[in-house]
Structures are given as structure tokens and as C-alpha cells.
């Protein structure tokens, strides 16, 4: 069974702390995605990434950051935590965005 | 006016309904349709996907796009109670050079005993 897993569920952090989320993908996928949802707004696009060491901004990366050192691993940076940004994380990756993403099952991420 | 067009609901019906779900968008180009399941707390799941248009079915779901009418549907027949869920499409293009798609917000489904 394909997977792309979230290393937290659940997640708790003080406000100017530095959060690292990390998602991995068994799949040989060269696309991964960083999500964010929230209520009423749907989902926005982050970060995402065509290939190791590459990175691309989506819609709202402000405050954020990425890394992509293998294939296989795509990590999520907030630098300095702010309350704005409690929100559910997910991360993706596709063979192409054409075909359709598998999706991790979350990181619920509150910032107080 | 927005992309693509759902509406949050929730639509509530009995089971053993049949659920019509739908999306407008306003980008002709788009080209590629995805439907995503979202269960409570978890990361959306692929449904379906059809390319142009015409009506795909696996099961007790149905895709369908006119493109003609910026329109696309999903149909769930003997709707359950674990369909209970949020909906959301999803439409990409070629052009551009992008393949990242545009989501809806998606449409909260309710399926009652």
C-alpha cells in the first residue's frame, strides 16, 4: 500500500519557536506538496517541489521554508512559529499533479 | 468570482440516497478532474479522475464533466453512512507549463441511518 506519511498527528508549539513537520513518500514520486486547510478557506498551497534540492513557492509562502535533501523526503519549516499559522499541515506527492496526489493524513498544528 | 465554485453544504440525506455532488469552475483550459474523499481529521483520498469530458464509473460512483458547461459532477448511488465526508474536486491544465491543480473548497456530505 502507497504511502506518504507525516512523522506528528499532533502538534503543539510555543509562538517564535522553530517547527520542522516532515513527510516521507514510498512511492519514487519526483513531486511533493505542502498543504495547508483550514475552515472556509480550503486548501493553499505552500511549497512544493519537482525534484531533490529544488523548491518552488506556492500561494502563501510567507513564514515558511522548505527542504528537500532525498527523493524520498520533503520537510516543512516554519521559522519562527506565530499563531496564524495553527492550521492543519498536509503533505502530498504525485507521479504528476494531472493524475491526482496521495496525501498524507495531516499534521494538526497549534501554535500558542 | 473564484476558480472553482462548491458549495460547503452540509448536504444531509437518508441512506440509500442518491448523492449528486457538483463543481463550477471558470478556467476553459482545465482539462483534468479529480474527485478527493476527506474524512474528518484525515488527509483527503483520490476517488476518481477523468480526463475531458464524459462520465467515469467505478462502483457505486460516477464522475461527469461537461465541459461545455464548466460543469462536473460526482454520483454516489446507495449512499452509506461511512460516505459521511467532505467532497472536494480538483481541475488542472496543460497550459501554462503547471500541472499543480486548483481545488474547491469542498462540500460537506451527510449520510443518516
Known amino acids: 500500500d502507497v504511502k506518504v506519511t507525516q512523522s506528528s498527528r499532533y502538534l503543539v508549539k510555543r509562538t517564535g519557536e522553530k517547527v520542522f513537520l516532515e513527510c516521507v513518500q514510498d512511492?519514487?514520486?519526483?513531486?511533493m506538496f505542502w498543504y495547508r486547510q483550514d475552515p472556509g478557506l480550503g486548501l493553499r498551497l505552500i511549497y512544493f517541489?519537482?525534484?531533490?534540492?529544488?523548491?518552488e513557492k506556492g500561494d502563501i509562502p510567507e513564514g515558511y521554508s522548505v527542504s528537500r535533501e532525498k527523493k524520498e523526503r520533503f520537510s516543512l519549516i516554519l521559522e519562527s512559529a506565530s499563531t496564524n499559522q495553527t492550521s492543519m499541515y498536509l503533505c502530498?506527492?504525485?507521479?504528476?499533479?494531472?493524475?491526482?496526489?496521495?496525501f498524507g493524513s495531516g499534521t494538526r498544528l497549534t501554535v500558542v | 468570482q473564484k476558480e472553482v465554485e462548491q458549495d460547503p453544504g452540509p448536504l444531509s440525506v437518508p441512506e440509500g440516497a442518491i448523492v449528486s455532488l457538483n463543481c463550477t469552475y471558470s478556467n476553459s483550459a482545465f482539462q483534468y478532474f479529480m474527485w478527493y474523499r476527506q474524512y474528518s481529521r484525515k488527509g483527503p483520498e483520490l476517488l476518481m479522475y477523468t480526463y475531458s469530458s464524459g462520465n467515469k464509473e467505478d462502483g457505486r460512483f460516477t464522475a461527469q464533466v461537461d465541459k461545455s458547461s464548466k460543469y462536473i459532477s460526482l454520483f454516489i448511488r446507495d449512499s452509506q453512512p461511512s460516505d459521511s465526508a467532505t467532497y472536494l474536486c480538483?481541475?488542472?491544465?496543460?497550459?501554462?507549463?503547471?500541472?499543480?491543480?486548483?481545488f474547491g473548497r469542498g462540500t460537506s456530505l451527510i449520510v443518516h441511518p
Open positions: 512511492m519514487d514520486h519526483e513531486n
Open positions: 502530498a506527492s504525485s507521479f504528476s499533479g494531472h493524475y491526482g496526489y496521495t
Open positions: 517541489s519537482y525534484d531533490v534540492k529544488m523548491k
Open positions: 480538483a481541475m488542472s491544465s496543460d497550459s501554462g507549463g503547471s500541472y499543480i491543480p486548483t
